[in-house]
Structures are given as C-alpha cells and as structure tokens.
C-alpha cells in the first residue's frame, strides 16, 4: 500500500492533487486543518493511499449502451405493444384483431371490453370491423330538433363559456323560422358576462328575430309563462346559471375537443340529456364524446362547424358520426 500526505489550500485542490499523484482510486485515509509554515495561511493536510495491485490493474472499460439488433428490436416492440394496448394478452386471435382496431380508433380500454363482451356473448365474433364500428354507432341516441313541432317548445342553452352557446342558439333560431316559420323568442339571460344580453339583442335585430331579456329568475318565469303565442322559445344562460324549469329542456353545449374528465364534470354542473357539439371545423377526438352518450345514454341533436348562421349547423346523424371517427382516429 503506498500512503501520501498532501497539503493544499483547500480541499477542491488537495483532491486535484491527489489524483495526480495517486490516480482516481485513491482512498482518504484523514484530513485536518493547519497553517502552512511557509506561507503563513489556512491550508489543509489530505493523508491518502491506495492498494499498489489495485492500481497497476488494466481499466476496465465502462459498460457500452445496449445497442439493438433484429431480435432486441422485435422484443421491444413486444414491449411498447404491452404498454399501448395492455389486455391485448389476454384475447385470442379474433378478439385481439376487433380490440387493436378500436384502440388504434382512440377508446378507452374501459369502453371497448363491454363492446367485445357483448358481441363474444352473442356469438358475433365473426362480424367485421365495418360491421363492428356500425354497432357501436347505432347504439348512439340522435334527435332532429330541427322538425316543427307541434306544442310549444322551450330550449335552454347551457355550457361552459366561450364553446359558441350563443352562436348555436342563433342557427337554431333561424333555421326554426326559415324552415318551419315558427314564431320564436329569443330570451337573454347571460346575467354574469357584461354585455353578453346586448350582443345578443344586436344580433336578433339583424336575424328579425323577437327578443327579450330575463335579469333574474322571476323575470324568466313570467315570460315564459306569458309568451305562450311563441312555437319556440330559446333561452341562452351563462356558464355560471344553475336556474331551472319544468318546461325548460336545456341543450348542453359542448366542444368536441375536450378531454373526458372535462365532459364528465359540464354534464354534471348542468342538468340536460340533449348535447349539441360544437368546434368540428378544428382538430379533434370524437371517441371520449361517443363514449360520454353512450355511456350516459344521452342524445346528441346536431353539430356546428363554423360561425356562419345558419348554414354551419348540421344534424347529427350515423353517416356523419362515422366519417369523423374515421377521419379522426
């Protein structure tokens, strides 16, 4: 074994020593402070050494990087596939082929086992992709709330603000008119977003359509009880109204890119079982609002597309519901 001392100014320095003198496997065998007899100032004493067999030994070279060929390739791919599609495993052939082609769709694995338990249970497992994405689409409630009705109708537009609540009230309004001539009433009650009812009043001036404002409850009460001339009357709330009425049927407003946390917390903030879908002519995931209206067994009635009124405004209908999984997935 071969010892050292060494005295340095401080103990970055003595270490830098050190190695120059005993190598990087040197061991510090003590350390005190001292004043240098020639210089007068702090410095420290380093007593080292290191095993004379350890160091005449060859270096070993650090470990290389794992470095993938054919086979390590294929078993990480094997691994990703794990992590991406975990029940995957557990399914036999058939099974297998209908789960990746839902979950590279973009549902849930929560959705799509009850989906494959069913058509296992009812000896379906012949049925073909189209064929499967077909069942799942039909199992989606829509409504044409478009058509004229024949009692009077009162709609609530409900949801988060700034998803085009009232942008959609008003393509319902017109279509309402124009199609059907209904005579309608447009009712402002945004009563927490300054301005919100005058906006609206502007833009009903410029449709010809009547419009009233509602500054509480009680006010929103009276007109509906009194303006019963009217086929349909359309109320447009703010984010924040928690107001309700038996002859209310809110229409929840959402937009088609949010996540399924975010549809779960609106539909339970806002009571409805109509849902009108909103932001189609941006980037989105249709799969979480599909699973939300069949999950929750709601009705979707129509989607918007656009800011034009009222031509950006469409029925929701199979055909159409398919060609945005499709296109989205």
Do not use: C, Q, W
């Given at each position: 074994m071969r010892i050292k001392k060494i005295i340095a100014g401080n103990m970055s320095e003595g270490k830098v020593l050190l190695k120059k003198e005993l190598?990087?496997?040197?061991?510090?065998?003590?350390?005190?402070?001292?004043?240098?007899?020639?210089?007068?100032?702090?410095?420290?004493?380093?007593v080292a050494a290191i095993d004379e067999k350890v160091k005449d030994q060859p270096s070993i070279e650090p470990k290389k990087r794992f470095k993938?060929?054919?086979?390590?390739?294929?078993n990480f791919n094997k691994l990703i596939e794990s992590i991406n599609f975990p029940f995957l495993e557990y399914l036999d052939k058939n099974l297998s082929?209908?789960?990746?082609?839902?979950?590279?769709?973009?549902?849930?694995?929560?959705?799509?086992g009850p989906?494959?338990?069913?058509?296992?249970?009812?000896?379906?497992?012949d049925i073909t992709k189209d064929e499967l994405l077909n069942s799942i689409i039909t199992r989606i409630k829509v409504e044409n709330l478009f058509q004229k009705r024949i009692s009077r109708k009162i709609y609530g537009f409900v949801g988060p603000s700034g998803v085009g609540k009232t942008s959609t009230l008003l393509k319902f309004a017109v279509i309402h008119k124009l199609m059907n001539s209904s005579n309608v009433l447009v009712i402002g009650a945004?009563?927490?977003?300054?301005?919100?009812?005058?906006?609206?009043a502007a833009y009903c001036k410029i449709l010809?359509?009547?419009?009233?404002?509602a500054g509480s409850e009680e006010e929103l009460n009276r007109l509906i009880e009194s303006q019963k001339a009217y086929d349909i009357i359309l109320v447009d709330f703010d984010s924040k109204s928690k107001y309700s009425h038996s002859l209310i049927e809110n229409i929840l407003i959402l937009p088609v890119n949010s996540t399924s946390n975010h549809l779960n917390e609106q539909l339970n903030r806002y009571s409805s079982s109509y849902i009108g879908l909103t932001g189609l002519d941006e980037n989105y995931a249709i799969q979480p609002i599909i699973e939300l209206l069949i999950?929750?067994?709601l009705t979707l009635c129509f989607y918007a597309n656009g800011s034009d009124i009222?031509?950006?405004?469409?029925?929701?209908?199979?055909?159409?519901?398919?060609?945005?999984?499709?296109?989205n997935g």
């Open positions: 190598g990087d496997e040197a061991v510090i065998l003590s350390t005190r402070n001292i004043k240098n007899n020639e210089t007068g100032k702090d410095s420290i004493e380093i993938t060929d054919e086979t390590n390739n294929e082929e209908k789960y990746l082609y839902l979950k590279k769709l973009g549902f849930d694995e929560t959705f799509i989906i494959l338990k069913s058509i296992s249970s009812k000896g379906s497992l945004n009563n927490h977003n300054f301005g919100a009812n005058d906006l609206l010809n359509l009547d419009f009233e404002k999950n929750k067994n009222p031509d950006d405004i469409e029925l929701a209908d199979a055909s159409g519901i398919k060609k945005m999984i499709l296109n």
